[in-house]
Structure formats: C-alpha cells, structure tokens
C-alpha cells in the first residue's frame, strides 16, 4: 500500500478526531502516506484531498467534531459519483480507504470497494451506539455522559416546581443513549424504539409516580419511539395527570460535541491503529470493533445485515424496579 485516505462521514461524534490521529500516525509509522478526504465522500468526489503528516493531527485528540469536516453525501450514491471518486483515489495513487462512519458510511464503502476493488476498512463512529460488530461506537460514551450532564440539570428545576419533564434524545432507531441516560439520572419513565409503550400505559406509570409521593418527574423520550416527538407525547399526556406542569426539552445536537471521553478517546485509538494494521495484513471490506475489550473484525457484509442492538432485558427490568 502506497497511499491510503481517510475520512468521516455521517454525523459528526466526539472521539473522531483521536480516531483520524491515530490512523494517521500508525500509517505513517509504516511508512503509508496518507491524506485526509474533507466532508467524507464529498472530498473524494471533489478531489478535495489533503496530504496528512504527523503535525496536521497535533492538538487534536481532546477536540469534539472532526477536523476533515463530514456530510452525507447523496452524489457518492450514484454511479457517475463513485466513478469520479475512484478517478481521484487513482490519480493520487490512493489503494485504500478508512472511513469512520456509522452504517449509511459503511454502505457506500462496501459498494465502492465491491465496484473497484478499492481496499477499505471501516470504524464505527457515531452516537447513536447501533451497528453490529462492536460493544461500543466512538462518541456513544461521551454522548451519554453529556446527555445526563443536561438530564441532572434539569432535574434540579424539575423538583424546585414539581414539573413533569419529557425530555427527548437522539439515537434515531437505537434506544441505547435513551434507556442508559434514564438509569442514569434515575428517570421515571423511557420511551424506546425497541419497545412499544401506550399512552395509557405511560400514564399508568406516571400516576404511580404520584401515588408514591414523587416531587418530580423525568421521562425520556428516545427520538425513534412509536408514540411521537417529545412535543406530541406531553400532549396526549398533559391532561391525564394531575398537579404536574409539562414541560418539554429537546437536548438535539447538543449531544453530539463536546470533548470525547477517555473511554472513546483510546477506542478510537484501538480502532484507527487496528483498521491500519488490518490494511497491513491485506484485510479489506471489514470493520474493526471492541467485543469484550478485544479487538474484532467483522465483515461489512455480515455488520450491515446482522440485527444491531437488543435491549438487555435485565438493564430494562433494573430500570423498572429502581424507578418505583
Ligand atoms: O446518527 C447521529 C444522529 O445524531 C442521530 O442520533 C440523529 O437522528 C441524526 O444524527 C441527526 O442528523 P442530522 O445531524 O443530520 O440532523
């Protein structure tokens, strides 16, 4: 391998930026120029590519964002697209890809690599903590820990007025951010896309809040739930239970920045100097991740097609019972 670029695409997660460092560094270290492809696909698309040393990646493994810039691109989805960046990639003398992406990212870079025999080797980075093949994604940990930071704060006005909260958070179709930050901060109800809840049941949960005293309420309301945006839940909610003020927050993107955490920080280390060194040994189309703090590799084949996250039924009962 002569040259290799690099990118993140999709949503922006903390810990990308340690990630690009480390794939940087490990390529470099053996001997493998690299460049960094700015706004993902786009970059390849655009020839918009930048020759990476050591130094372009200083300074920069406590930064939130990434510093390549990222996007979904809808051009790297057509033919003419993917074409014009396989140009790119061989006028640049460039054999292989690492991109750091969620699975929208990992699509495009299986259908290139299938189309043009490019090498890539993907690493989960995103928020939403909901692609097979890892434990964990780089972001998910610093975005959890930043949506409690909110969800404590909140709390804290919660009890002053004896308000009822619902409170929205990002994951898409992943409940992973929504059921950990509502054991976190002690929620008293979660909606989750894994799990179909009624309003009547919600409500049933909340009365019970009332009869056992509580000054406040908290429900998380995870962004791909069945019953609706946190606006439209509070709605249906707000005239079925008494002597509480509905109120709703919706943390948003937020969630997404801030300084990664050092759990991410070193996964993103482990996983951009493992995607190297499995480019090394000739690995290609496969996505490296953390399984029981070891480092695996999966197929992107088998990562895109394989069902993702399953609620761990003994954190949801754990939940139900410390929240009575
Ligand atoms: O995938 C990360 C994520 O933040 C999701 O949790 C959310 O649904 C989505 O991206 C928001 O996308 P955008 O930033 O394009 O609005």
């Given at each position: 391998i002569k040259n290799i670029a690099v990118l993140t695409s999709g949503g922006d997660a903390p810990g990308?930026?340690?990630?690009?460092?480390?794939?940087?560094?490990?390529?470099?270290?053996?001997?493998?120029?690299v460049y960094g492809a700015i706004q993902g696909y786009e970059g390849l698309i655009n020839n918009?590519?930048?020759?990476?040393?050591?130094r372009s990646v200083s300074g920069i493994?406590?930064?939130g964002g990434t510093i390549l810039k990222t996007a979904r691109s809808l051009e790297f989805k057509t033919d003419e697209g993917m074409q014009k960046a396989y140009n790119n990639l061989k006028a640049n003398e460039i054999d292989a890809l690492v991109v750091i992406g969620g699975d929208g990212t990992f699509k495009g870079a299986k259908e290139f690599s299938e189309k043009f025999g490019i090498k890539v080797i993907g690493i989960p980075g995103t928020i939403d903590n909901d692609l097979y093949?890892?434990?964990?994604?780089?972001?998910?940990?610093?975005?959890?820990?930043?949506?409690?930071?909110?969800?404590?704060?909140?709390?804290d006005t919660a009890d002053s007025h004896d308000r009822l909260f619902f409170i929205e958070v990002m994951g898409r179709d992943s409940g992973c951010i929504a059921l950990r930050s509502a054991i976190c901060t002690g929620a008293e109800a979660v909606?989750?896309?894994?799990?179909?809840?009624?309003?009547?049941?919600?409500?049933?949960?909340?009365?019970?809040?009332?009869?056992?005293?509580?000054?406040?309420?908290?429900?998380?309301?995870?962004?791909g739930n069945k019953l609706g945006s946190a606006y439209e839940v509070s709605?249906?909610?707000?005239?079925?239970?008494?002597?509480?003020?509905?109120?709703?927050t919706v943390l948003g993107h937020l969630q997404r920045g801030g300084s990664p955490s050092a759990f991410d920080r070193i996964l993103a280390g482990r996983l951009g100097f493992s995607a190297v060194n499995e480019l090394l040994k000739g690995s290609t189309n496969c996505m490296v991740g953390l399984s029981g703090n070891n480092i695996i590799v999966t197929q992107l084949n088998e990562a895109l097609t394989q069902h993702t996250f399953k609620l761990e039924n003994d954190l949801m009962e754990m939940k139900e019972i410390l929240s009575i």
């Open positions: 990308m930026n340690a990630c690009i460092r480390a794939v940087v560094r490990t390529a470099i270290f053996n001997n493998i120029g918009n590519l930048k020759k990476l040393d050591s493994i406590h930064l093949g890892t434990d964990f994604t780089i972001g998910y940990d610093t975005a959890l820990n930043t949506t409690i930071e909110a969800i404590d704060k909140i709390r909606l989750l896309p894994e799990r179909d809840t009624t309003i009547e049941e919600l409500v049933q949960e909340l009365v019970a809040g009332s009869a056992a005293k509580k000054n406040s309420r908290i429900v998380i309301v995870a962004e709605k249906m909610v707000k005239y079925r239970v008494q002597n509480y003020d509905p109120k709703v």
